[in-house]
């Protein structure tokens, strides 16, 4: 499988001597799960953005440190490239602003939470059971790191899991869109690097309550296990509906 990655942001300077760049992330997390995966990277963040659907076999958006309301051509560029694969069948995994920008692109809202930041590990029931959520367990714990949030489903989505910090942090659109709101990419080290850096803006409480969080499992491989099973799903019913 091919997938192609919509690169929206790239890691801090200080921080990529340490943790590598987005696309080396997300290779190492797939890649534990299966080494035969091969990706394409577009810098959307440059605007970079695909003019064929067809190119790989599955899209995949990652995070960014911008929001998916900032009025910058790219964005929008990318949002209308998004509505372009709703409208093709072709799947989509959004994580973060990617998860946020699918929301937005086929009608939904997005908005900076009243409740303030969310970093380091965030905690979730998986509150609808999916064929391909295997193997099965029914919570989902992932880093975060964000402020904005999907405030108003687009039609024809369901939440598939959430917590009270993020009621809308698994959400599947149709059989071909995913979306989550953590980073199942980030390390750790990451984590932890990435809160100091911005605690300025984060706050020293929210940061001290992060990194403690940092101590329970991650379900990281988990999330990359479901998101390829996820993807192949969609894939396979693609194929079909095209032989039918």
């Given at each position: 499988m091919i997938i192609g990655l919509l690169q929206c942001d790239d890691v801090a300077p200080a921080l990529r001597g340490v943790h590598g760049n987005y696309p080396e992330m997300f290779e190492a997390l797939f890649q534990r799960v299966d080494p035969s995966l091969t990706f394409r990277v577009w810098r959307c963040l440059d605007?970079?953005?695909?003019d064929d659907v067809e190119a790989v076999d599955a899209w995949l958006t990652t995070g960014s440190k911008f929001g998916v309301n900032d009025d910058l051509p790219w964005i929008a560029e990318l949002e209308a490239f998004v509505r372009t694969l709703w409208a093709a069948g072709k799947p989509l995994v959004g994580i973060c602003f990617g998860h946020q920008l699918m929301a937005r692109a086929l009608g939904g809202e997005v908005a900076k939470s009243d409740k303030g930041w969310g970093v380091g590990l965030s905690f979730n029931r998986v509150t609808e059971r999916a064929d391909w959520m295997t193997p099965w367990q029914a919570g989902l714990d992932l880093v975060v790191s964000h402020q904005d949030q999907v405030e108003r489903l687009p039609e024809g989505a369901r939440v598939l899991g959430g917590s009270d910090f993020c009621p809308t942090y698994l959400m599947q659109v149709g059989e071909h869109f995913l979306g989550v709101q953590?980073?199942?990419?980030?390390?750790?080290?990451y984590s932890r690097d990435l809160m100091a850096l911005r605690a300025d803006l984060v706050g020293e409480h929210r940061v001290r309550e992060g990194a403690a969080s940092l101590s329970a499992p991650v379900d990281d491989t988990l999330m990359a296990r479901w998101i390829l099973a996820f993807m192949r799903q969609a894939i396979e019913k693609r194929e079909n509906d095209a032989r039918a």
């Open positions: 605007g970079e953005i695909p953590g980073h199942p990419e980030f390390t750790r080290g």
